[in-house]
């Protein structure tokens, strides 16, 4: 017989289970005492909260159709030349993943790739402001899309139907073009392959190292100074779309550190402020 001191203990037992995991998820902080994903809040809340945001990434794709439309005028009587491209990056440059990284900051939970890859394979992301309307705009016209991403295998199902069900075109094993299994982070392979057989027009991405390796492993200066040699490729090869959560300028900020001591640490020595002089 099931009694209620029983059904008491039981409740009571089941609680202590679950109260860790829970205390751990809401009370875990990085070594000064601040929730560990703190942080990333303003950028997170820029994202999903101003308009400017927005209208950054309708400016970004705006101009990126202006490129195309030139670059079709161009080309319209050289049949023999190869086909037209556009190679997209998915994360934050056509699928939105705000709301990922916001739950992070509300469990205060650090990121990890197993939550990531669940998060992928619900195919839940929305999609980039203005990004819809310039792929399909573009394959009307004839270019063909490729979607090149770091998500891995185990993500590629989940990344195809999140790019079917949000309607983006082109969409298929071929076209969307992942990180394969003992490789780096390099995708620099994956655009000469579609480089071999197509025209690239444009290469649209949230992160310098989607559009070459000139960018790859280098400090802030260099990146910066990078960024200055190349400055005729922005707006007419390169668009960047804005994405203030993550990337690659992460690791110039944080460089070899390995804790989140050192990277707290790290990212208040990359801030640039005022020298306020002592009085007389």
């Given at each position: 017989m099931f009694t209620c001191a029983k059904f008491v203990r039981v409740t009571f037992l089941t609680c202590l289970l679950?109260?860790?995991?829970?205390?751990?998820?809401?009370?875990?902080?990085?070594?000064?005492?601040?929730?560990?994903?703190?942080y990333q809040t303003y950028a997170v809340l820029w994202t999903q909260s101003s308009a400017e945001y927005r209208a950054l990434a309708l400016q970004a794709f705006t101009l990126a159709r202006l490129r195309i439309d030139q670059d079709l005028a161009q080309h319209r009587s050289?049949?023999?030349?190869?086909?037209?491209?556009?190679i997209v990056d998915a994360d934050e440059t056509v699928l939105d993943n705000s709301r990922f990284q916001a739950e992070l900051i509300l469990r205060n939970v650090a990121y990890t790739s197993q939550a990531w890859q669940d998060?992928?394979?619900?195919?839940?992301?929305?999609?980039?402001?203005?990004?819809?309307?310039?792929?399909?705009y573009s394959f009307r016209r004839g270019v063909r899309v490729f979607y090149i991403t770091?998500?891995?295998?185990?993500?590629?199902?989940?990344?195809?139907?999140?790019?079917?069900?949000?309607?983006?075109?082109?969409?298929s094993e071929e076209t969307v073009m992942i990180r394969e299994q003992g490789t780096t982070s390099s995708k620099?392979?994956?655009?000469?392959?579609?480089?071999?057989?197509?025209?690239?027009?444009?290469?649209?991405?949230?992160?310098?190292?989607?559009?070459?390796?000139?960018?790859?492993?280098?400090?802030?200066?260099?990146?910066?100074?990078?960024v200055d040699r190349e400055q005729s490729?922005?707006?007419?090869?390169?668009?960047?779309?804005?994405?203030?959560?993550?990337?690659?300028?992460?690791?110039?900020v944080y460089g070899n550190a390995s804790n989140e001591k050192e990277r707290y640490e790290?990212?208040?020595?990359?801030?640039?402020?005022?020298?306020?002089?002592?009085?007389?």
């Open positions: 679950f109260l860790p995991v829970q205390l751990s998820a809401q009370t875990a902080t990085s070594p000064q005492g601040v929730p560990i994903n703190e050289r049949r023999r030349m190869k086909p037209p491209a556009i998060w992928v394979n619900r195919a839940e992301a929305g999609a980039v402001p203005g990004a819809l309307e310039f792929l399909n770091n998500r891995r295998q185990t993500e590629k199902a989940g990344t195809v139907a999140n790019l079917k069900k949000l309607g983006f075109p082109d969409v620099e392979s994956r655009r000469q392959s579609v480089r071999s057989r197509y025209r690239v027009v444009l290469l649209v991405g949230d992160n310098l190292n989607d559009f070459n390796d000139d960018f790859a492993g280098k400090s802030i200066a260099d990146r910066k100074a990078q490729e922005f707006g007419t090869q390169f668009i960047v779309v804005p994405n203030p959560m993550y990337g690659d300028w992460e690791s110039a790290r990212r208040r020595a990359a801030l640039r402020g005022i020298t306020v002089q002592p009085g007389p």
